[in-house]
């Protein structure tokens, strides 16, 4: 998939040239090259059908500079793994405008997709899914750190996140006093 | 999504944000997360945790408490709307003339009203269709439902009114078709099922039985289709998911006073069944469908408890049992045991705690109906909440830290007290019309 910019000329006009019929190449903000299918992109991303549909593709890789190359290359990655999975039709019905359309469970591949993702790449991804307007993945990533989150400690989530305490001692103490109730178990 | 990303990003309008320099910190302090990633995240966590991590940070309590994603968390419980019907005497030459006029109040658990919400509901009795006695009869995920005018009336053409006090929404939906039960002993129950999270459109499931032996009929209405239907003719096909064969046919008796529950999609009530003498909880979906009915534990299994009233706790179905002292120098325990339901497969109910009534009430001779009421559970917390009768107040009691606490005095303990979550979303379905 990947694409590394300091490849044989030939090899790049040829990779150019199939952009042109059905992929479509991204760049992240390192400036690594991604191609993706034109026809998954345009399905999974609001923002790439957009784009794709206003001519606004760069075909020497459209950038993408708010999203870092781990990011993307797992964008791209679930594209690919989307289409070879999914039948579109289902994908439709369930985007259509309500915005609390009913949350569908994550299919065992999304799930495995997920799973094996670190916390800092799984963020990451939630991020870029935010911006691509990729409200599956944004699903399926949020489920998934939702689920990290059950029956943690508010100690437990600071990690996890990365979290600052900016709470004095007696604040937390009041707090912590007036929200007893959420401290026993789930 | 991504317009309400723009919008936090933006800079919320002073207004509605406490603090709205907030935003751009959270970018700096929430790993590499925007906060409105963290409140995508947020909206899917149980409404019990999201209390819970507003001790993470300040950051984190502003972007929970802050009213703009309110639409998007989960909410608990707010208070009770109060109702009662009070009698005015006619003029000084008629004082046997009365005037009934219904009334109606909230009651806000915090104690401070909460101005995102209209709890006079004059949006919807300010219009000219709807009848300023409009009587409350369920509520579910911070939708209401109303007769439009006594309940009798809905059963003409009249009919209900779907409304949501947060957003000021509402509709009308006609009457079932069924008339009123014309026995005294008659019972029909209307109830509410919407859960914005799974569908915008909200169902209508009405239980009805004309006198002590008469079959139950059920009739559902859904929003999409806009229509009542009669489930009595699918009876044949569900036999065998238990309950129609079980409740339907003339052998159990309905009854309204012993609360309802929605667990997993299923409106839960309760029935007692003639031939085995005993209650038991029925169930119906929103389609009509039945599932086999759970015993309510007869009496005799756990001393003298009976069973007083059946809800929803934590998505738990859960019931609260009375053992009274019979004695006055009985050694026998008296007061109040919780129950919840897990165990599907076994039919088992775990008991869950026990309080006595003096620790309670203060004294150790007490009755349902005579001296206190049960209310209701709390959704969200191990709480019950009671009204005593004298001195009269209404009550929680946290089963966790043992706590009691009266937190407001009612007009009168007969009223009805109806909990109320509020829900913050728009509608795309409540059109605000007759």
Request: aromatic share 10%; hydrophobic share 40%.
């Amino acid at each position: 998939m990947e694409v590394d910019k300091g490849k044989g000329e030939a090899e790049e006009t040829r990779k150019v040239a199939e952009a042109d019929r059905d992929t479509v190449t991204l760049k992240s903000s390192d400036g690594k090259l991604f191609e993706v299918s034109k026809e998954a992109a345009a399905r999974l991303s609001t923002v790439l059908a957009g784009m794709i549909a206003g001519g606004s593709i760069d075909d020497n890789g459209t950038d993408l500079k708010q999203i870092g190359s781990e990011a993307l290359e797992n964008v791209v990655d679930y594209c690919n793994k989307h289409a070879n999975s999914i039948p579109s039709a289902a994908l439709i019905s369930s985007s259509i405008s309500f915005n609390t359309a009913p949350f569908k469970e994550p299919e065992e591949w999304e799930r495995k997709f997920v799973d094996r993702l670190s916390h800092d790449a799984l963020f990451d991804l939630v991020e870029a899914a935010n911006f691509l307007g990729m409200e599956r993945l944004l699903d399926v990533t949020c489920h998934k750190i939702s689920e990290m989150m059950k029956g943690k400690s508010p100690d437990q989530i600071r990690e996890v996140f990365n979290i600052k305490n900016d709470y004095t001692k007696e604040e937390l103490e009041e707090i912590r006093q007036e929200l007893a109730w959420a401290f026993y178990d789930d | 999504m991504i317009c309400l990303r723009r919008a936090s990003a933006d800079g919320i309008d002073g207004e509605d944000c406490p603090n709205p320099k907030r935003s751009t910190l959270v970018v700096e302090l929430v790993a590499s997360l925007p906060d409105d990633s963290i409140v995508e995240i947020l909206s899917r966590v149980p409404v019990r945790s999201i209390h819970r991590f507003k001790c993470v940070s300040r950051v984190w309590r502003d972007l929970i408490t802050n009213p703009l994603h309110r639409k998007r968390l989960p909410q608990t419980l707010e208070g009770f709307f109060y109702s009662d019907v009070e009698f005015h005497s006619g003029c000084a030459d008629a004082p046997w003339n009365y005037r009934r006029h219904a009334h109606r109040s909230f009651i806000s658990l915090s104690g401070r009203s909460t101005p995102f919400v209209d709890f006079s509901l004059s949006f919807l009795t300010s219009h000219p269709w709807v009848r300023n006695d409009i009587k409350l009869l369920d509520s579910c995920n911070g939708f209401l439902l109303f007769a439009n005018g006594k309940v009798a009336e809905a059963y003409g053409t009249l009919g209900y009114i779907v409304c949501n006090p947060a957003t000021k929404q509402w509709m009308a939906v006609p009457s079932s078709g069924l008339s009123y039960p014309a026995s005294p002993a008659g019972v029909s129950l209307t109830y509410l099922l919407i859960d914005l999270a799974m569908s915008p459109h909200f169902h209508l499931v009405q239980i009805w039985q004309n006198g002590f032996w008469g079959e139950i009929e059920v009739r559902t209405y859904s929003s999409e289709t806009g229509v009542w239907c009669h489930r009595s003719s699918d009876r044949r096909q569900w036999i065998e998911q238990g309950g129609w064969e079980e409740w339907v046919n003339g052998a159990a008796m309905l009854t309204s006073t012993m609360g309802s529950a929605i667990i997993k999609g299923m409106l839960r009530f309760v029935i007692f069944d003639m031939v085995k003498s005993e209650y038991q909880i029925a169930a119906v979906d929103r389609e009509g469908k039945t599932c086999r009915n759970i015993p309510l534990l007869p009496a005799y299994k756990h001393g003298a408890g009976s069973a007083l009233l059946i809800g929803q706790s934590q998505g738990f179905l859960h019931c609260v049992r009375e053992h009274a002292r019979r004695e006055i120098n009985s050694p026998e325990w008296a007061g109040l045991s919780v129950w919840v339901h897990k165990d599907q497969e076994n039919n088992e109910w775990e008991l869950k705690h026990k309080v006595s009534f003096y620790k309670l009430f203060g004294k150790t001779s007490c009755h349902d109906g005579r001296d206190y009421r049960v209310l209701a559970f709390h959704p969200d917390h191990n709480m019950l909440f009671l009204v005593q009768h004298l001195p009269m107040k209404l009550i929680s009691y946290d089963m966790d830290s043992k706590k009691l606490h009266a937190f407001h005095t009612p007009r009168s303990s007969h009223g009805q007290f109806t909990p109320y979550v509020p829900c913050f979303l728009e509608s795309p379905v409540l059109a605000n019309k007759e």
